[in-house]
C-alpha cells in the first residue's frame, strides 16, 4: 500500500474523529496592529502528530476529501468570526481561508458559503476567501462568474501566492478582487535578489493602480518587512510576527497589548 493511500484512508477517520484543528497567524498592518488572521488546517494525528498542510492536502485534492475537509475549515472560521464579534476588541478582525480549485468549482459552493454566513450570523466582510491562480488555468468566465457571486455575497476576495501562476494583466483586471498576496518565495529573496525585488515592486504598483490590498506572506526579518512597506504594502504575515498559533495562543495574543502588537478597535 503506497504512502498516499495510508494518508487518503487515515484522512476519512480523521475527519469522522475529528482529529483536525485550525491554526491562526496573524496579518498586521504597517503600524505592526493585527487586522486579521489566516486560518490554516493542522491535523492532530494519533501515530505521526501535528501534521501541516503539504503533507496531507495534495492527498485531500486527489481523493476528494477536500471538499469535506475544506467545508470544515470554512465553517470553523465563520463561527471564530462569530464568537470574535461579541468582544470589542475582536470585533474587526477578519479570517482568511483558502480555497482549493476543487472546492471552488463545486457547483454548490457559493450556496455553502451563504449557508455557513447566514448560520453563524458574521457580517460577510470580514470573511476572506483566498483563491489560487491555478484557478484562471482554465473555464475563464465561470471562475469570473463565480467570484462575482461570492462577492455579491459580501466576503472579501483574494488572489492567494500572485506572481507564481497564470494571470496576465487583462485576466487580473476582470476579477472582482479586494486583495492579493505576494507570495513568501518572492519575499524570501527580495533583500537579496534583484529580480525578487523587481517583481515585488511590481505587483504592489499593480494592485495599487487596480486599486487592490497587498499583503506579503512569509516575512521573516524586520528588513523584509521595512522594504515591502517602503514600496507601498497594506499588510504583512510571518514569522516575524507571529507563527500560526493554535486558538488559545491566539486569543492569549490578542488579549495582551504588550505583545508589540496592538488590536484594532
Known amino acids: 500500500v503506497s504512502a498516499n493511500a495510508t494518508v487518503g484512508s487515515d484522512l476519512r477517520v480523521a475527519l469522522n474523529e475529528q482529529?483536525?484543528?485550525v491554526y491562526y497567524q496573524p496579518q498586521v498592518d504597517r503600524?505592526?496592529?493585527i487586522t486579521g488572521v489566516e486560518a490554516l488546517v493542522?491535523?492532530?494525528?494519533?501515530?505521526?502528530?501535528?501534521m501541516t498542510p503539504a503533507d496531507f492536502i495534495p492527498v485531500a485534492e486527489d481523493t476528494g476529501l477536500?471538499?469535506?475537509?475544506?467545508q470544515w475549515v470554512l465553517e470553523t472560521a465563520c463561527e471564530q468570526l462569530a464568537a470574535w464579534a461579541d468582544r470589542a476588541q475582536t470585533a474587526n478582525l477578519s479570517i482568511a481561508v483558502n480555497v482549493s480549485v476543487?472546492?471552488?468549482?463545486h457547483p454548490d459552493f457559493v450556496d455553502m458559503v451563504m449557508a455557513a454566513i447566514t448560520r453563524t450570523g458574521i457580517r460577510p466582510h470580514k470573511l476572506k476567501l483566498e483563491l489560487t491562480e491555478s484557478l484562471l488555468a482554465d473555464r475563464m468566465e465561470i471562475t469570473i462568474d463565480k467570484m462575482g457571486m461570492l462577492k455579491a455575497l459580501g466576503v472579501t476576495l483574494s488572489l492567494d501566492d500572485f506572481g507564481?501562476?497564470?494571470s496576465s494583466l487583462s485576466v487580473l483586471k476582470r476579477l472582482p478582487l479586494d486583495q492579493l498576496k505576494i507570495d513568501k518565495g518572492?519575499?524570501?529573496?527580495?533583500?537579496?535578489?534583484?529580480?525578487?525585488?523587481?517583481?515585488?515592486?511590481?505587483?504592489i504598483a499593480l494592485?495599487?493602480?487596480?486599486?487592490?490590498?497587498?499583503?506579503a506572506e512569509g516575512v521573516e526579518t524586520q528588513e523584509q518587512r521595512d522594504f515591502l512597506a517602503y514600496q507601498g504594502c497594506d499588510q504583512f504575515q510571518g514569522h516575524l510576527f507571529a507563527k500560526p498559533l493554535p486558538i488559545e495562543a491566539l486569543d492569549a495574543l490578542l488579549q495582551n497589548p504588550t505583545a508589540g502588537m496592538l488590536v484594532l478597535s
Open 19 to 21: 482529529q483536525f484543528v
Open 31 to 33: 503600524v505592526g496592529v
Open 42 to 50: 493542522r491535523w492532530q494525528h494519533p501515530q505521526r502528530g501535528l
Open 66 to 70: 477536500i471538499l469535506p475537509l475544506g
Open 102 to 105: 476543487r472546492q471552488f468549482r
Open 164 to 166: 507564481v501562476g497564470y
Open 186 to 203: 518572492f519575499v524570501a529573496d527580495v533583500l537579496t535578489d534583484p529580480n525578487d525585488a523587481a517583481i515585488s515592486r511590481a505587483i
Open 207 to 215: 494592485a495599487q493602480s487596480l486599486s487592490l490590498q497587498v499583503v
